[in-house]
């Protein structure tokens, strides 16, 4: 009971006090910007630490795999097929005789690649859109807004999916399809970010000292934008990454003989497969698992990191 | 509080006129000869030209998209959504059949995942920065990562083959007389799978909603009362804190749709989301549109009744 009231004043629960700390500090070491004070938390969350040396290893791995797959990918091999894991074949190989390890390195490419791309193309769309919204307000506003509310009424994998099959699977239409479906939220984000950034004391000091409006937008609004939207960039990408496994998966994302950690699973959907061959599962499984949560600790450190109102 | 609720209505409207034009603008945009769609490819290939004509005029497939459009909307808005391209029941009825067992599995999995995550969250977040915050951290960012498929492969390999606990597919023991045990015995693994995700995402709103309240004046007021930390938690914390997660968990009910579609298509359970799955392989374009539409309104009026559910239960919320 007695350490209650003291928890409650700890200076994390007090936003005041955080920037009476934070004021301090900046005057006693002159050179400590807010970006080195973001970049000293981020490296010292152990979490994110953990998730930023996975996305390494498995982002290289993705970039070097003609150099360190044992096996062409879609090599075929008709008479080792489904063979369990040995010294020649160090996962075992799949219904063609393809080499699981081979496939599982290959696959990597278009799962961290689709999240990637899909998220930088929607983000993109957000920031223009968002930017119109909170900057013009009225009937822009109105038509952008609404238009979002229409499309977070959708269930977005039910979309994403008819999309798909509207404009049939493939790489390209994966990255639309999740594109078309996630820039809502981002959008609100940035409208709102905008809004409340546009009635601050500290732009209005700029601008009753004369500053251009170019200069207050870049100066003074857009870092304002970009660090919560790098942070849910992050999210999204490991959203992204899901998204296109379980199309994959669904035979409706990237599809065979090209090898993408979801469509390495579909096999299993096959009892038989699933119960006594689970070299083929389990690997494309615990590859996206790990991928996803190391993106998600990344995000978490970021958070942590760029989280202004926050004292150390 | 009335002039609230048709002030949410009103703007529900457009947001209804918005959702029917882009199911009917997909769908009409998709490439392909509908009348293929109609009659198959097989026999498409063989009627002449004029055939084709007469199926596009029957089909009402020659009109302007506009009022192809009105006539759909017209259809739709008294329950008639047309015919699949294949089977005999109507589109409408495939729908009230597989709407029991989707609202089923997701009202199942969205009670379990609200008894887990809740109080999962307020226990990280009422014990900040302890060690049992930082291990229900790392486990909760465990649920958010893993893809449900793989999920549901792993829990089927573990406690249907492995184990042979439960049942791998279905509703039902196929043959066996209708029993409530057994429809349970079937709803587990669906349920576990597909509420995994939510409790994490709840434990997450939880625990920050709850430091947030914690902070606030009240809290503090009631401290200095004296009053009991139980008391304190109990009468003046949680029920702040937890009144912003009737919003996030209605917002939420898309996203549970959408993920109901992987969790129905592996264990075979007879819902909506199997049967759009279905429709999209084979191309069914009267079905999909039927699924899309339906999930959608029963979105918005999920929506809407959470609007109205916290004007109810927040006054500040209807003076804005």
């Known amino acids: 009971m007695s350490e209650k009231p003291e928890k409650f004043l700890a200076p994390e629960s007090d936003s005041n006090q955080g920037v009476a700390t934070l004021a301090i500090e900046v005057a006693a070491q002159k050179i400590d910007s807010p970006g080195s004070r973001a970049r000293r938390r981020f490296f010292r969350h152990r979490l994110a630490m953990f998730g930023l040396v996975v996305l390494i290893i498995m982002g290289s791995a993705a970039i070097l795999a003609p150099l360190i797959a044992p096996y062409d990918p879609a090599a075929q091999n008709l008479i080792d097929f489904r063979q369990p894991p040995s010294a020649k074949h160090w996962l075992g190989t799949d219904g063609f005789g393809r080499d699981v390890l081979s496939r599982l390195i290959y696959g990597a490419r278009p799962s961290l690649s689709v999240g990637l791309i899909a998220v930088t193309f929607y983000e993109l769309i957000a920031v223009i859109l968002g930017s119109l919204a909170g900057y013009y307000g009225g009937k822009v506003d109105w038509i952008i807004m609404r238009t979002v509310d229409v499309v977070m009424t959708f269930p977005s994998l039910i979309i994403i999916i008819f999309l798909v099959a509207i404009l049939g699977p493939g790489l390209r239409n994966t990255i639309v399809a999740i594109a078309i479906l996630r820039w809502t939220e981002p959008t609100r984000l940035v409208r709102g970010q905008i809004l409340s950034l546009r009635e601050m004391d500290y732009v209005l000091a700029a601008r009753s000292l004369g500053a251009k409006d170019s200069r207050i937008i870049r100066r003074h609004i857009l870092p304002g934008v970009i660090a919560p939207l790098v942070v849910h960039a992050t999210f999204g990408v490991a959203t992204a990454i899901l998204l296109e496994a379980a199309l994959s998966f669904l035979n409706l994302g990237i599809l065979p003989p090209a090898a993408s950690w979801g469509n390495m699973m579909t096999a299993a959907q096959e009892l038989v497969i699933l119960e006594q061959m689970p070299w083929l599962w389990l690997p494309p499984g615990l590859a996206i698992m790990l991928a996803v949560l190391s993106i998600n600790f990344v995000g978490d450190g970021l958070r942590d990191a760029l989280d202004v109102t926050r004292a150390e | ?320």
């Open chain 2, 1 to 320: 509080m009335s002039r609230y609720i048709v002030n949410r209505l009103l703007v529900s409207i457009p947001v209804f006129f918005g959702i029917t034009l882009i199911v009917f603008g997909l769908f009409a945009l998709s490439p392909g000869d509908p009348v293929i769609n109609i009659i198959g490819f097989a026999s498409y290939v063989e009627m002449t030209p004029d055939q084709v004509e007469a199926v596009r005029i029957q089909f009402g497939l020659d009109q302007p998209w506009i009022i192809r459009y009105f006539r759909w909307l017209g259809d739709a808005l008294q329950g008639d959504l047309g015919f699949p391209f294949k089977g005999s029941m109507s589109v409408t009825e495939l729908l009230m059949d597989r709407l029991g067992p989707t609202l089923v599995l997701m009202g199942s999995s969205l009670l379990v995942s609200i008894i887990i995550g809740i109080p999962v969250g307020v226990i990280m977040g009422l014990r900040q920065y302890s060690l049992t915050d930082y291990f229900l951290t790392v486990v909760v960012f465990f649920n958010l990562s893993i893809p449900s498929f793989f999920l549901a492969l792993g829990s089927i390999y573990i406690f249907a083959l492995k184990l042979d606990l439960l049942p791998t597919s279905g509703m039902q023991t196929i043959g066996a007389p209708f029993s409530v045990t057994d429809r349970l015995l079937h709803l587990i693994l669906p349920t576990m799978v597909l509420s995994s995700f939510y409790s994490g995402v709840w434990a997450r709103y939880a625990r920050s909603s709850i430091l947030e309240v914690l902070g606030q004046d009240y809290i503090r007021t009631a401290r200095a009362k004296g009053l009991l930390e139980w008391t304190v938690i109990a009468r003046h914390a949680f029920r702040n804190a937890l009144l912003p997660l009737v919003t996030v968990v209605t917002l939420s009910l898309p996203q549970l749709l959408g993920g109901a579609i992987i969790v129905e298509t592996i264990f075979q359970w007879p819902g909506m989301g199997m049967l759009g799955w279905r429709a999209t392989t084979t191309r069914d374009y009267p079905i999909l549109m039927g699924v899309t539409l339906i999930s959608a309104s029963m979105i918005l009026l999920s929506n809407l009744l959470a609007d109205v559910l916290y004007g109810l239960v927040d006054p500040r919320i209807r003076y804005e």
